[in-house]
């Protein structure tokens, strides 16, 4: 199933959507001469957590799959907070809100007769041995961290933002997925992240000029 070709169009989607929102967030700082937080920027990040969990999945890919799970609701979180999502409480909203929360966990319940199964295949891919996969999983989770982090700073000072860590965080992680992606030869997971590390120090040097 991996080795399909719209298996790797859909990871190509992802990965365009995490590029245009990095590029949307990085032109808006040059043009601020600051670190800008744009509502798109969450957008396009949950789009592309939607299909990058699905890809993932499809590729058999536990790093993939670990990373999406956790850093989806740090989106919606963000969303709601920047009040891209209607408050106003009706009938539609109600259902659009809980189809938006429900979505991952419905996704495993729909497998989860076959999880077992599906587990035992992903840490016992004959050409993918262990330490790779703990290596790809601890730069998904560093990576996914940083949105762990946004979201606790966001929280402690009750607005959304994306404070010099998580971009520091960011940057970091980005880096052992691209040895990762090297490793594996994924040129998804390469593509997606080669551009990102560009975005991640212009931003990290944004930061710092102005809160010298």
């Known amino acids: 199933m991996s080795s399909q070709w719209w298996v790797y169009i859909l990871g190509y989607m992802a990965q365009g959507m995490f590029c245009v929102r990095s590029l949307i967030q990085w032109i808006k700082s040059e043009k601020a001469k600051k670190v800008e937080n744009p509502s798109l920027f969450w957008i396009f ?10 890809y993932g999945w499809l590729r058999d890919d536990f790093a993939i799959i ?3 799970l956790i850093s989806y609701y740090v989106y919606v979180w963000n969303i709601n ?3 891209i999502i209607k408050t106003k409480i009706n009938t539609l909203n109600i259902i659009f809100l809980w189809a938006l ?11 989860a007769p076959s999880f077992q199964e599906i587990f035992y295949e992903l840490f016992h ?10 290596y790809g999983s601890f730069g998904q989770l560093l990576y996914t961290y940083r ?25 970091a992680g980005s880096l052992i997925i691209i040895s990762y992606a090297l490793m594996r030869l994924d040129p998804v997971l390469l593509l ?8 991640f120090v212009r ?5 710092r000029k102005n809160n010298k």
């Open 203 to 207: 931003n990290i040097a944004l930061w």
């Open 66 to 68: 670990l990373g999406q």
């Open 45 to 54: 990040s949950l789009i592309g957590s939607i299909l990058f969990l699905t």
């Open 125 to 134: 891919t004959s050409d993918l041995p262990l330490w790779l996969i703990i």
């Open 101 to 111: 929360i429900s979505l991952p966990l419905t996704i495993l319940f729909l497998f």
């Open 81 to 83: 907070n920047k009040g």
């Open 192 to 199: 997606g992240q080669s551009f990102s590390c560009i975005s």
């Open 147 to 171: 949105f762990v982090y946004q979201f606790i700073y966001s929280y402690k000072h009750g607005e959304s933002t994306l404070p010099q860590g998580f971009w520091i965080i960011s940057l």
